[in-house]
């Protein structure tokens, strides 16, 4: 990203140093150092000014996105904001008279709701903060002193984000109530009998394709909630107030720990419906039906909720039951689980996403451009980003290299977040797929157990292990 020019309206030094650095040429401008026209590293206090608009200057909208999102590393998005609006003031004043001040600041305030417009639609959650709020509502009253056009646009944005955040809580509060019914316990594991009568996912869809379908609007839903920042949050500072019970204080990070728990509750469902059925014939045909589901799920390009079926079907309680295996004809299983293998760092399936990616970037169809990752990885990978590569230099200066690549992967990541479904909805599938009750870990070895019996010494003492502390479990409750 070209920005070099850019720089020296900033109100910084322009006195330049160049040196060969490799095969290209690096440059320094005052506090901010340039490798081949693109941004290597600066102050923090260099990349704070080159933020803020003037008359004349508009950052890039890359350089906007990438140090919105990775500047929380190292100051509270609070602090930025209060610095921003500060500095975007202060520079129309330079000690001129009431009237020419307000003259230049009309010139500056369109590009301010701009910058402003950016932050409250690509991090609208930074703005649960009502510190960030009343900061929005100073800068609305400041502009309005302006012109009427800006005035108009911050009180447009505004609405925006207030409805994008009240989603937010609507969206949280749905999750939070389809969870408090998930954690309802199933039929008592004392009379495996019983639970013959329980109805299984086939009742409520026999449809490989349709499931996955369906699978998929719970991805995408849960998906377009996660803030890009929320990659970001983990690693950054604690904030001081970070205890204060105010109603803009949720966790920073709950919306990808809902959708990573949504995974581990996809496997469990998994297991739970291979694992309850009293007969072997029974539980082979839901086995097969889950190894069809991962297959429409790999045609979607829905990757989540194939390595969630594949992880359910690969837990201990299911993989030990030899005797339903035997009745499955597991070729269709044996290449999905080659396409996730985790070898080589997962290379069958970083090649199976660049080709889904590919074919969403050339779609004639919202199907064609569903591209889900498989979203533990997505982590993993941002994760060791941030560990591997140092956020500060030696000289004091922050490494932007690191910040570009963090942006770079979360950027896709919101590609992939925004499209729209296109399957129609089956409410009678999703609500069995997000409050069926599904078993804990113990519950399912003692399941596996009831289906095919301990094979060994060590199995017998597990489930009479089991049936004790389950018994006396339920007797408490």
Same mark, same amino acid.
């Given at each position: 990203?070209?920005?070099?020019?850019?720089?020296?309206?900033?109100?910084?030094?322009?006195?330049?140093?160049?040196?060969?650095?490799?095969?290209?040429?690096?440059?320094?401008?005052?506090?901010?150092c340039y490798h081949?026209?693109?941004?290597?590293?600066?102050?923090?206090?260099?990349?704070?000014?080159?933020?803020?608009?003037?008359?004349?200057?508009?950052?890039?909208?890359?350089?906007?996105?990438?140090?919105?999102?990775?500047?929380?590393?190292?100051?509270?998005?609070?602090?930025?904001?209060?610095?921003?609006?500060?500095?975007?003031?202060?520079?129309?004043?330079?000690?001129?008279?009431?009237?020419?001040?307000?003259?230049?600041?009309?010139?500056?305030?369109?590009?301010?709701?701009?910058?402003?417009?950016?932050?409250?639609?690509?991090?609208?959650?930074?703005?649960?903060?009502?510190?960030?709020?009343?900061?929005?509502?100073?800068?609305?009253?400041?502009?309005?002193?302006?012109?009427?056009?800006?005035?108009?646009?911050?009180?447009?944005?505004?609405?925006?984000?207030?409805?994008?955040?009240?989603?937010?809580?609507?969206?949280?509060?749905?999750?939070?109530?389809?969870?408090?019914?998930?954690?309802?316990?199933?039929?008592?594991?004392?009379?495996?009998?019983?639970?013959?009568?329980?109805?299984?996912?086939?009742?409520?869809?026999?449809?490989?394709?349709?499931?996955?379908?369906?699978?998929?609007?719970?991805?995408?839903?849960?998906?377009?909630?996660?803030?890009?920042?929320?990659?970001?949050?983990?690693?950054?500072?604690?904030?001081?107030?970070?205890?204060?019970?105010? +109603?803009?204080?949720?966790?920073?990070? $709950?919306? !990808?720990?809902?959708?990573?728990?949504? *995974?581990?509750? &996809?496997?469990? #469902?998994?297991?739970?419906?291979?694992?309850?059925?009293?007969?072997?014939?029974?539980?082979?045909?839901?086995?097969?039906?889950?190894?069809?589901?991962?297959?429409?799920?790999?045609?979607?390009?829905?990757?989540?909720?194939?390595?969630?079926?594949?992880?359910?079907?690969?837990?201990?309680?299911?993989?030990?039951?030899?005797?339903?295996?035997?009745?499955?004809?597991?070729?269709?299983?044996?290449?999905?689980?080659?396409?996730?293998?985790?070898?080589?760092?997962?290379?069958?399936?970083?090649?199976?996403?660049?080709?889904?990616?590919?074919?969403?970037?050339t779609a004639h169809?919202?199907?064609?451009?569903?591209?889900?990752?498989?979203?533990?990885?997505?982590?993993?990978?941002?994760? +060791?980003?941030?560990?591997?590569?140092? $956020?500060? !230099?030696?000289?004091?200066?922050?490494? *932007?290299?690191? &910040?570009?690549? #963090?942006?770079?992967?979360?950027?896709?990541?919101?590609?992939?977040?925004?499209?729209?479904?296109?399957?129609?909805?089956?409410?009678?599938?999703?609500?069995?797929?997000?409050?069926?009750?599904?078993?804990?870990?113990?519950?399912?070895?003692?399941?596996?157990?009831?289906?095919?019996?301990?094979e060994n010494n060590?199995?017998?003492?597990?489930?009479?292990?089991?049936?004790?502390?389950?018994?006396?479990?339920?007797?408490?409750?």
């Open positions: 990203v070209a920005q070099t020019d850019m720089f020296t309206t900033c109100g910084r030094s322009s006195n330049t140093n160049r040196r060969r650095h490799g095969h290209g040429v690096t440059a320094s401008y005052g506090e901010m081949d026209n693109s941004l290597v590293s600066a102050s923090l206090e260099a990349l704070i000014q080159h933020l803020v608009p003037t008359v004349d200057y508009y950052p890039d909208r890359s350089y906007v996105f990438t140090f919105l999102l990775s500047s929380r590393l190292f100051l509270h998005p609070y602090e930025l904001m209060t610095r921003v609006c500060h500095l975007c003031v202060e520079q129309q004043r330079s000690g001129d008279p009431w009237g020419v001040f307000q003259i230049r600041f009309r010139e500056v305030a369109p590009k301010l709701v701009q910058l402003l417009t950016e932050w409250t639609e690509t991090f609208p959650y930074d703005f649960r903060d009502e510190r960030m709020m009343r900061c929005l509502k100073d800068m609305t009253h400041h502009v309005a002193r302006g012109e009427e056009y800006s005035w108009r646009a911050m009180q447009q944005m505004t609405q925006r984000l207030i409805k994008r955040l009240s989603a937010l809580g609507q969206y949280e509060e749905a999750v939070s109530a389809l969870n408090a019914v998930a954690m309802e316990r199933p039929a008592s594991l004392k009379s495996k009998q019983a639970s013959g009568q329980r109805s299984d996912v086939m009742s409520a869809c026999d449809d490989p394709f349709v499931l996955a379908q369906q699978l998929t609007h719970i991805e995408l839903d849960r998906l377009s909630f996660i803030g890009p920042e929320e990659f970001i949050q983990t690693f950054a500072r604690k904030d001081p107030l970070e205890n204060h019970k105010g +109603f803009f204080r949720k966790r920073k990070t $709950s919306n !990808l720990e809902a959708y990573v728990n949504w *995974f581990n509750r &996809l496997s469990y #469902l998994v297991a739970t419906e291979i694992c309850m059925p009293v007969k072997k014939k029974h539980r082979a045909r839901i086995i097969e039906f889950f190894i069809d589901v991962a297959q429409e799920c790999f045609n979607i390009g829905n990757f989540n909720s194939l390595m969630a079926i594949i992880t359910g079907m690969n837990m201990s309680p299911v993989a030990r039951l030899r005797k339903t295996w035997s009745k499955v004809n597991t070729d269709k299983f044996e290449i999905l689980e080659h396409q996730m293998d985790p070898s080589s760092n997962f290379s069958n399936y970083r090649t199976a996403l660049r080709g889904a990616t590919q074919r969403s970037e169809s919202s199907q064609e451009k569903i591209v889900i990752p498989f979203f533990s990885l997505l982590i993993k990978d941002i994760y +060791f980003l941030n560990e591997g590569c140092a $956020s500060s !230099l030696t000289n004091g200066h922050i490494n *932007f290299e690191k &910040l570009w690549e #963090l942006a770079k992967q979360v950027s896709e990541f919101l590609v992939w977040r925004q499209v729209i479904c296109p399957f129609d909805r089956d409410r009678r599938i999703l609500q069995y797929l997000v409050t069926t009750p599904v078993f804990s870990e113990d519950e399912l070895h003692l399941a596996s157990y009831e289906s095919e019996g301990p060590m199995e017998k003492d597990s489930r009479r292990s089991l049936r004790s502390s389950l018994l006396h479990r339920e007797n408490r409750s």
